[in-house]
């Protein structure tokens, strides 16, 4: 996250103090004790007990320390606490939280992140005791059906990122897969390519992002009156099987799923003395970090995970201060042309 320190160090405290870990009375740690623990400087930890202060949530006094106050309805109301739920630990999430934590900051809402298993290990009845709404980014859309049932029957705010949950009434926040799909097609059809193959990876199960990028993919060719495509099943990546595809149906550009598979691809058409991008052009999506490092350089489709998460904010505290479900929002995705297309000759 991009918080300045010292106010990381106050929400965690926050957070703290509201969950009652630090009770009314209780002594927080003194700015050497901070400084130490966070590994920070005593003015910053200095700084973060200042903003608790100047919050109303503890008094200091030179010389003993620094104290909890009590709770009231102004502090409750002041500190608003969003879960953000996110597959496992691993992932990078930055970006989102780039966006997400700035756009919560202005309502004053301590941003609690955590992973799947938490949903497994609590209750709906924790999640509303402990939390004014959540943010949940879903890595199968099947998992955890029942505590999620059971928020969306007692009405509680929960906001979706990157993949719909159906039936559960949940807004979601994607990016325009779809468009990326027919966004990535267009350009290959500019530079003069014609035979091209979407390639997936050989997961048994197709996300919705995956799905959807696809269908642009294939709407473009099919507007165009191109007849050939290759379908999800059959374009399962081995490296096997995208030579063969290659060889048999003499592909010349391929979209990948994802950079990840776009890469693995790229790899493997070099390590079989084809040329990226003079024999084959190839596109990915997300714009990982690995995407403008490799060689060539990857053109791939970027996803605004930082708007992403800023809209997810701004959504969720519309509904937890209005009471009303917002509705699906679709983030336009971009471009990046780089070194793994180019104009068929």
């Known amino acids: 996250?991009?918080?300045?320190?010292?106010?990381?160090?106050?929400?965690?405290?926050?957070?703290?103090?509201?969950?009652?870990?630090f009770k009314s009375g209780d002594q927080l740690p003194t700015e050497k004790e901070l400084s130490e623990t966070y590994s920070v400087s005593r003015i910053t930890a200095k700084r973060a007990l200042t903003e608790l202060e100047q919050l109303g949530l503890v008094s200091r006094t030179r010389g003993k320390g620094t104290f909890v106050q009590e709770l009231n309805k102004n502090h409750t109301k002041l500190l608003k606490r969003v879960l953000f739920i996110i597959p496992f630990e691993g992932m990078s999430f930055g970006d989102f939280t780039q966006g997400l934590v700035?756009?919560?900051?202005?309502?004053?809402?301590?941003?609690?992140i955590t992973y799947?298993?938490?949903?497994?290990?609590?209750t709906a009845d924790d999640i509303k005791e402990n939390f004014d709404g959540l943010i949940y980014y879903p890595?199968?859309?099947?998992?955890?059906?029942?505590?999620?049932?059971?928020?969306?029957?007692?009405?509680?705010?929960?906001?979706?990122?990157?993949?719909?949950?159906?039936?559960l009434g949940f807004p979601c926040v994607s990016s325009d897969n779809f468009n990326g799909g027919e966004q990535a097609a267009q350009a290959l059809l500019n530079l003069g390519h014609k035979r091209i193959a979407f390639v997936a990876s050989n997961d048994t199960h197709h996300p919705q992002t995956t799905r959807n990028r696809y269908l642009g993919y294939v709407k473009v060719l099919k507007e165009q009156g191109i007849k050939f495509h290759t379908t999800l099943d059959d374009s399962l990546y081995t490296e096997s099987s995208v030579l063969e595809l290659i060889h048999n149906e003499k592909v010349t550009?391929?979209?990948?799923e994802n950079d990840l598979v776009a890469l693995q691809t790229m790899k493997t058409l070099q390590d079989s003395h084809f040329s990226v991008p003079?024999?084959?052009?190839?596109?990915?999506?997300?714009?990982?970090?690995?995407?403008?490092?490799?060689?060539?350089p990857l053109t791939t489709i970027a996803q605004d995970f930082i708007g992403m998460g800023r809209i997810a904010g701004e959504l969720l505290l519309d509904w937890i201060k209005s009471g009303q479900t917002p509705k699906d929002v679709k983030v336009?995705?971009?471009?990046?042309?780089?070194?793994?297309?180019?104009e068929l000759k």
Request: a negative charge.
């Open 332 to 342: 336009p995705i971009n471009l990046i042309k780089r070194k793994t297309t180019e």
């Open 116 to 122: 799947e298993s938490y949903l497994k290990e609590n």
């Open 139 to 167: 890595m199968y859309t099947e998992d955890y059906l029942d505590i999620l049932l059971e928020l969306s029957l007692q009405n509680f705010p929960v906001v979706l990122l990157d993949k719909q949950i159906y039936d």
């Open 253 to 256: 550009g391929l979209i990948c």
């Open 1 to 21: 996250m991009s918080l300045p320190l010292y106010q990381q160090i106050s929400d965690d405290l926050k957070q703290k103090i509201v969950t009652k870990t």
């Open 278 to 296: 003079n024999d084959i052009s190839i596109i990915g999506f997300d714009d990982i970090q690995a995407a403008s490092l490799s060689n060539p």
């Open 102 to 112: 700035p756009a919560l900051k202005v309502e004053n809402t301590t941003v609690f």
